[in-house]
């Protein structure tokens, strides 16, 4: 059997193909990767997905994978029907939004995985294989001229030690680079951002502890039975980065993708951080949930190589942060988790604070808050302002369907782009923060109903902060990339990263 999987998804991350491809190898199936990286919302024209679909006919696979969030909706969609209507191998849909609205997507794939695909996918292939059919696959849910079957749910895989790395074969994996069908070279890895920044994604572990309304967690956690959050033992998470570093010679850092990297126990942390550094020893990012970031984790993690910690405030109002998001971070938490990354602000260069905003259930008051808490934060950090997509079957998705702000799933909602916040003064007040001090932030916040406090913002954002700001990023961008040209071989990693990091203007 010949496998296919696809990824629409913008980076060559891709965890979840790179997971199942590794395991269909490890049984000995023959698969093989087809990235399709493409910006957000910029969907592939009648040509481009009649492209796609002949390089996928002459593969001849027997059977497609693709892996889909809710924003690839779109792209999914039109590529199944083109496949469909040029080869006859079935297509299995799987991924996040699969695994949370499997009848809708039923309605395009032949089969939906829900949940973790590794054991449903060897167990499909094997059945197929042998010429049988899946209709006893638990999380498969498949079309049959007898109607839908839909299989109960296994429980998570509970022991991730189990499974074998992402696949990073690069001679079964094509990438669609700038038009043409072409094998994923140094080249094109580093044309995406986390290749750009020279670091790598990896993740130790599956699930969070926590349940935040507007987050798929808090849909994933009822699909399917097992305990929720687990962890890779650190030789394992270790293990596959000693591959990676191998394999990338030019690696400059890692990134942590898991959902909240500072949980479990210092057991854990302890023998992560000797084997970290003593087999790793590059840079590294990862993400955190304020609650979680204590003084005794940044004293063990800064001098295993920790540079950058995004976490999320996500909103400065109490009211919004606990009763409709339900976050389990007090403001309290959150200016503690502040100050100890600040203590460490020479080695811990890159503190991200994610916001979310355009909100419904908020009012400009709860904007006004949230940008109250930044502006009194200490300077630098990272201010990362995300609009609100109420993505289905999360919490929040469903009050805001039951008090009518959104009408549920459909294409107007997937393609809601994450990035672009409503182009309000405080939206745009916020923006400035990191880059403003904190005494003009809330000069601007307490005059901002009068018309000349708008008129005074308004000079100061287009004429300084777009304007002349901008400009001097833009040479300064020039200087330092210039800079790295010359240097980076001779420099520091961690301090490649972070000047690559600068680079990005949020
Ligand atoms: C890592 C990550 C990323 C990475 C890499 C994504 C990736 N797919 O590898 C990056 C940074 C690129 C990313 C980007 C985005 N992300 Co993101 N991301 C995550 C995160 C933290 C982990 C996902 C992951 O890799 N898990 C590990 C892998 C192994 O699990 P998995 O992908 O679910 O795959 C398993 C199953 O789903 C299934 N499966 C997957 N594919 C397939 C295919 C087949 C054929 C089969 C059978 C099975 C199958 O089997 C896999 C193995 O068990 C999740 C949070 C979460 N809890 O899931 C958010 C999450 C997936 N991201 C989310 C979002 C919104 C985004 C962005 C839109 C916004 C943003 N943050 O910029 C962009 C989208 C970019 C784009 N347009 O393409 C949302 C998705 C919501 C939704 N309903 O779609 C999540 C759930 C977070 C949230 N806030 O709720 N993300
Ligand atoms: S802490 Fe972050 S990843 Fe966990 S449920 Fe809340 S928003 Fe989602």
Not at 129 to 152: D, F, H, Y
Not at 449 to 464: C, D, E, P
Not at 472 to 499: G, Q, S
């Amino acid at each position: 059997m010949k496998v296919l999987l696809i990824s629409v998804e913008n980076t060559l991350v891709c965890f979840g193909v790179r997971m199942i491809s590794a395991t269909l190898k490890r049984e000995g199936w023959d698969t093989h990767i087809l990235f399709l990286p493409r910006e957000f919302n910029d969907i592939e024209t009648a040509e481009e997905i009649d492209s796609i679909a002949e390089w996928v006919t002459a593969l001849a696979p027997d059977i497609i994978g693709i892996s889909l969030m809710s924003s690839h909706w779109r792209r999914a969609v039109n590529l199944t029907s083109a496949i469909h209507r040029l080869c006859r191998a079935p297509v299995v849909w799987g991924g996040i939004h699969p695994t949370i609205a499997p009848d809708e997507c039923l309605e395009h794939a032949d089969i939906v995985c829900v949940g973790e695909g590794e054991e449903p996918m060897v167990e499909l292939i094997r059945a197929l294989s042998a010429g049988e059919t899946a209709e006893s696959i638990s999380n498969l849910w498949l079309r049959t001229p007898s109607g839908i079957v839909r299989n109960p749910p296994r429980d998570r895989k509970t022991h991730l030690d189990d499974l074998p790395y992402p696949d990073h074969d690069d001679e079964t994996h094509t990438v669609r680079f700038r038009g043409r069908f072409s094998p994923v070279t140094e080249a094109v890895w580093r044309s995406y951002i986390p290749g750009f920044m020279d670091t790598h994604y990896v993740m130790s572990s599956r699930g969070c502890p926590h349940n935040c309304t507007y987050c798929c967690n808090s849909a994933l956690r009822e699909v399917t039975g097992g305990p929720y959050l687990r962890r890779r033992s650190p030789a394992h998470f270790v293990g596959e980065m000693i591959e990676i570093k191998n394999r990338f010679p030019h690696l400059k850092g890692f990134v942590f993708m898991d959902d909240s990297f500072f949980y479990g126990n210092t057991d854990w942390f302890v023998s992560f951080c000797t084997l970290y550094k003593t087999h790793i020893g590059l840079p590294f990012f990862c993400w955190a949930n304020p609650a979680a970031v204590t003084a005794d984790r940044i004293d063990m993690l800064a001098p295993a190589g920790l540079v950058g910690v995004h976490v999320g405030l996500e909103s400065g109002s109490e009211r919004i942060s606990e009763d409709i998001y339900q976050r389990k971070v007090s403001l309290e938490q959150f200016y503690r988790c502040m100050d100890v990354l600040y203590t460490h602000r020479r080695q811990i260069g890159d503190i991200r604070v994610d916001v979310i905003t355009d909100n419904p259930y908020e009012t400009d008051e709860d904007v006004a808050a949230t940008i109250r808490v930044l502006s009194y934060l200490k300077k630098p950090f990272f201010v990362g302002i995300v609009s609100l997509i109420f993505y289905p079957r999360t919490v929040l998705e469903q009050w805001a369907v039951r008090d009518g702000l959104v009408t549920g799933g459909n294409d107007a909602l997937y393609n809601q782009e994450f990035f672009k916040y409503r182009p309000t003064m405080l939206n745009r007040l916020m923006r400035t923060v990191p880059k403003t001090p904190g005494s003009v932030i809330r000069f601007f916040l307490r005059h901002r109903s009068v018309r000349w406090g708008r008129v005074l913002f308004h000079i100061f954002y287009w004429g300084y902060f777009i304007g002349i700001r901008r400009q001097m990023m833009a040479v300064r961008r020039r200087v330092l990339l210039t800079y790295l040209a010359l240097f980076e071989r001779i420099m520091d990693p961690a301090d490649v990263v972070k000047m690559r990091v600068s680079l990005i203007d949020f």
